[in-house]
């Protein structure tokens, strides 16, 4: 490759990384937390942490009876039951109607596994916030709403994909640089280093997160952008083109085939029970219900088969019947983006590679502006790459922070359950811009680092203890005889706190070559005060 | 369209064409790339051969691949103008293709 090309590809690389890199840690950052949801939900809620009864409850009865009760006479729109696993140890129903106004509304009931008692429901929090913040920003309403979010996740998803391509063809030693680490060189090798070898080991990882959230992201613009185009703006069209004709509703009234009767359904090929069951038409003569069975750790979201929801006859010509190669590499996609297809270890290393993609992606930021700061690199006043130093360090090292303090929020907050989103997102904002603030007053990036992490690994130990204090739990007794997922969580936020904060424990305070020049000062001049790095 | 509209969307062509004038790489990289995509993707769509459930399905999975393909183009390619010129002649023809087809049904 000539040096003009490599040139123009390293700019490429170094600009998509600038413009975009801090997009991509938050996603990336919040995408590796956002791989424990399910685990992180029964944490949350007390009332997960239920076991599964041997004898479920019969349940037709009560569902369709709160059914009616909520519907009101209305033809409910959408209509879900679901059955008890091990991370929702209880039923839940779910119906969607459309009020006076014509807008959706969703509503929920969980039931007790054993006896069919109704359980208090809970606002949404901490692991919603996390998961949302991850696949959409949890973009305003007013800006586009979540549409709107989860294109822009999705176009950083492209630019990562350019950041991997253009860095990849930048490494013109690959073999060589898979191996070197100098750890007792320049502040700005070291980082190089890390960059480059995280980067090479971690390369098919990253492609592969890369490229599915990308698709996961670009199909909420690239639908009703296709159906503007080749349907001419009639975005049904494209759906029954792509999903197939729909069976409309008759209008008749008609008995429903009873959930307790669809709990017993089996895959053909399968031992896994019913998950959930969607409700076309319910209530009507022509009603479809399509049953999901969680897949055994395969590589696809969900399998499952349509029946009569009258007969309870199954469906021949279903589009669970027709499912070609297409189908089966989509459906691969989400359960590859989140790792949901093997297990907690498999989880684990999703979140450690994900981890070493934030640090790779943070990195990136920090010698971009190293090179500027103390190198020969860049036209701009000292000032704009100081202001940038400082807005990335708080921004990177907030978000730990932010993550910690919402798990010790869940616990504490005492306000009314409908508020409690709202309370998170303020508590998550409020954390994550303090660090920010914090590293301008402070003027020494090295140190904001050290005491910042130090303080989230604090915050995610006192998260355990807060929760065994306050749930009645203590994490060993759950370990023991009560909830592991629960306890799992426990004991997960303890180990990774005291990782942090021994991680922190050994960051320098200051950066090395200015901490020199400051000892060869103070040994001239005994009686000087020490200045922060960073103020000079 | 109404008037307020179309000065919008000539005002937003003047401008899109000094920056490409200005900067052909990095416009070709933000806003020529994209086009490109969205246009041969539609363009495919309606004529590829092939059930038209299993091409949108297989164009949804490409899309993201297209579209960093035409971005590393930019810088790729030794003549800033050439790849401008490429896509945003891709982004016409497709486009020509797209508005004279018969919309699917």
Redesign the interface.
């Known amino acids: 490759m000539d040096r ?2 490599h040139l ?2 390293y ?2 690389h170094s600009w998509t990384g600038l413009a975009l890199g801090f997009f991509v840690y938050v996603v990336v950052f919040t995408g590796s937390v956002a791989v424990f949801h399910h685990e992180i939900l029964t944490w949350e809620d007390p009332a997960k942490r239920l076991t599964v009864a041997e004898e479920p409850a019969q349940m037709n009865e009560i569902f369709t009876e709160w059914l009616a009760a909520r519907a009101g006479g209305e033809a409910p729109e959408f209509v879900r039951f679901s059955y008890p696993t091990s991370y929702e140890p209880y039923f839940v129903g779910g119906m969607t109607i459309k009020d006076e106004n014509g807008k959706f509304e969703y509503t929920e009931q969980r039931w007790d596994s054993a006896t069919g008692a109704p359980l208090p429901t809970r606002g949404a929090g901490l692991s919603e916030w996390l998961l949302d913040f991850h696949r959409d920003l949890m973009w305003p309403e007013g800006l586009g709403g979540r549409t709107a979010g989860r294109t822009i996740v ?1 176009i950083i ?2 630019a990562l ?2 950041a991997i ?2 860095g990849v063809v930048a490494h013109t030693k690959i073999l060589e640089e898979l191996f070197t680490l100098r750890f007792f060189r320049s502040v700005r090798l070291k980082w190089q280093d890390a960059h480059k070898v995280m980067g090479l080991w971690g390369l098919p990882f990253y492609s592969m997160i890369a ?1 599915t959230g ?2 996961l992201g ?2 909420a613009i ?1 639908g009703p ?2 159906a503007l ?4 703006g ?1 975005q049904e ?2 759906f029954a ?4 004709e729909q069976v409309e509703a008759s209008g008749e009234p008609a008995q429903m085939v009873s959930v307790d009767d669809m709990a017993s359904l089996k895959m053909p090929d399968g031992d896994a029970p019913v998950w959930y069951v969607v409700m076309n038409h319910y209530g009507d003569a022509n009603a479809r219900f399509d049953i999901y069975f969680e897949p055994d750790r395969e590589l696809t979201i969900v399998e499952g088969f349509q029946i009569d929801g009258v007969t309870g006859e199954r469906i021949a010509d279903s589009q669970f019947e027709k499912l ?1 190669a ?2 089966h ?2 459906n691969a996609v989400t359960p590859l983006h989140y790792g949901t297809f093997g297990g907690i270890a498999l989880k684990f290393a999703y979140f450690a590679l994900g981890m070493s993609l934030a640090v790779i992606t943070a990195l990136g930021l920090m010698m971009w502006v190293e090179r500027r700061l103390h190198g020969s690199t860049g036209s701009r006043s000292d000032r704009v790459y100081l202001i940038i130093g400082r807005l990335a360090t708080g921004g990177t090292v907030g978000m730990p922070l932010a993550t910690a303090a919402l798990f010790i929020h869940d616990k504490l907050y005492v306000g009314a359950e409908e508020q409690r989103m709202f309370w998170t997102g303020l508590t998550y904002f409020a954390v994550w811009a303090a660090p920010i603030g914090y590293a301008f007053w402070r003027k020494n990036d090295y140190a904001v680092t050290r005491e910042t992490l130090a303080l989230s690994g604090g915050a995610l130990c006192a998260a355990a203890f807060i929760n065994a204090a306050i749930t009645d739990y203590s994490f060993l007794s759950l370990l023991g005889d009560g909830h592991k997922i629960a306890g799992f969580v426990d004991v997960s936020l303890l180990v990774v706190g005291a990782l942090t904060l021994a991680f922190s424990l050994r960051l320098p305070e200051r950066r090395a070559a200015e901490a020199r020049k400051t000892r060869v000062r103070t040994q001239a001049e005994p009686e000087r005060k020490i200045t922060p790095v960073a103020a000079e | 369209m109404t008037p307020v509209l179309l000065v919008i969307v000539c005002l937003a062509l003047v401008c899109l064409a000094a920056a490409t004038w200005k900067a052909p ?1 990095l416009s070709s ?1 933000i806003v020529w790339a994209l086009t490109a995509t ?2 041969s ?2 363009a495919l ?2 004529h590829a051969p092939g059930p ?3 091409k ?6 490409a ?3 297209i ?2 393909g035409f ?2 183009w930019t ?2 390619d ?1 003549k800033p103008w050439r790849p401008a010129a490429g896509l945003i002649a891709i982004t016409c023809l497709c486009g020509g293709i ?1 508005f004279l ?1 018969e ?3």
């Open positions: 003009a090309r123009r590809n700019d490429l999705g998803g492209v994909m350019l391509i253009t490229f990308a698709i670009v199909v690239l952008l296709v185009l080749t349907f001419k009639d069209a494209l083109a792509v999903l197939g070609t297409a189908n590499v989509l | 790489r990289a969205i246009f993707s539609a769509l309606v038209f459930a299993q949108a399905l297989w164009i949804t999975l899309v993201p691949v579209w960093v971005q590393f810088y790729w030794g797209v087809s919309p699917l049904t």
